[in-house]
């Protein structure tokens, strides 16, 4: 608890406060992203309503992060020929509203919400990854309390509460929107729920259930099999949560795939409670001297792993 406290404490001093809430944000981007493709199909439009709401949503995007503080560059810092992330950032807004507008492809806009997530999240250094194992078990019996009357038992959006609600609960087996989100995405939904539907926010569960509860519902749609992880480069947790499943099949071909849907359902694979102790002493001995070297980027890095792995 002491150790919890004052790495918590130290992570706030560290790292500066943002200006707007880039949960949300975030969680907008995704939404865009996933849900663009039911709204404009070939360039038409095929449901008014959502493509209204993707209007809306692109927009918002847009005062959100025209609302973000101004982050370190995240190229040398000294080059200043390179435009900083927050234009970089403004920029891609601008241009997500435009596509949106002129009802680009699915694919292009799934494409440029995914560059945006991925710079925000490098960029204010947001933690996206649970700091400790998620509980599968535990999960279980929080889906059948909160979300199965819904979703489903089995998470097919069928639930008995399910029955007249627009939009419908989420399939969790739909393939191609398993395809299209993130761990972390997930966890977000978990916590702010979704505007305009009958999706709540569970602020009230920890940290640790939430993305129990995201690790859980995001292993529904893959048949497991018994897959061989040694040296896969999603064999770090970041990369897990932050990657959806496409990109995986995309970047390490359909082995990447498989290897993301095992360690999905077995996230165990990342947490060792070896030497839990000397590792957070160590790393802790590295955020003091980083930060009396000035270097502050560095010490919140050893700070977060600290927390999160120690």
Known sequence: MRKSAFLLTLLYFL??????DTQQLLQLIDYVGVDYKGAVIEGKIVNKAEFAEMMDFAAGIAQQIDDLPEPKPLINEEDTNNKSVKVGLKQQAKTLVNWVQSKHSAQAINQLTAQMHHSIISAYEIIVVPHKQPDLKQAALLYTQNCASCHGEEGFGDGPAAKGMEPAPINFHDIERYKQRTLFG????????????AMPGYPQLSNHERWSLAFYVGGFAHTLKNVDTTNSPLLNITQLTITTPAQAETEYGAKGAD??????????????????????????????TAYKNKDKKKAYKYAVEAYLEG
């Open 15 to 20: 790292n500066t406060p943002l200006l707007a």
């Open 186 to 197: 997930l966890h977000s939904t978990i916590t702010q729920g979704v505007n305009d539907t």
């Open 259 to 288: 290897v993301m849907a095992y360690l999905r359902q077995h996230p165990d694979v990342f947490y060792n409670n070896k030497s839990n102790l000397s590792f957070s002493r160590e790393r802790l001995a590295d955020v003091i």
